[in-house]
Structure formats: structure tokens, C-alpha cells
């Protein structure tokens, strides 16, 4: 599934979501003629995704990508990931 905002409604972008096998979620522009499929209820999902990625670019090394290689650059992404899903279970133990 593709979410993105108001300004990635364009054919070409849904066509090209498509043949990759997802699912565009783009609400309409006001100056769309035709009418499009849209959820507003999987819409709100991101807003979730976009303070997650808030969240990683705390962390100053997935700010800036000081790492050259595209797997280290990941690697620590996902510890980052793994460093905020501790500290969220840790905030919800008793």
C-alpha cells in the first residue's frame, strides 16, 4: 500500500503503484474530474508512519547518513527502530 499526501495525485504515480503490486491511498485533488478510490480511515495509518520516521531522525547518524554503505546505513536504522520499540515496552511494563 502507497499513502502519500494531496501532492502525489497524478495518474502516473498510481499506474506506477499498481504494476508494482500496491495499492495507491492518495486523496484527491480538488481539480480531479473523475472520481478515485480512497480510504480515510487507512489514510490516518500515515500519520503513524511519519512520526515514526521522526522519531529515527532523532538519532543524529540517521539524520545526517554519515555511513557511505546503503546495508550499514540500514543496519542501523533498525537498531534505532529496536531502541525505540524497547523503550515503548518499557513505558507500558508495570
Not at 473523475?34 to 531522525?57: G, T, W
Not at 533498525?78 to 513505558?91: G, K, N
Request: proline share 5%.
Amino acid at each position: 500500500m502507497l499513502l502519500a499526501d494531496h501532492g502525489y495525485d497524478a495518474d502516473w504515480i498510481r499506474e506506477l503503484a499498481m504494476k508494482r503490486g500496491a495499492w495507491a491511498n492518495i486523496p484527491p485533488k480538488s481539480s480531479r474530474s473523475e472520481p478515485i478510490c480512497f480510504s480515510p480511515y487507512l489514510y490516518r495509518a500515515r500519520n503513524q508512519v511519519e512520526r515514526f520516521f521522526n522519531r529515527i531522525k532523532q538519532c543524529r547518524r540517521v539524520a545526517t547518513r554519515y555511513d557511505r554503505l546503503a546495508a550499514n546505513y540500514l543496519a542501523f536504522v533498525q537498531l534505532a527502530s529496536i531502541r525505540l520499540w524497547l523503550a515503548a515496552c518499557y513505558e507500558c511494563a508495570p
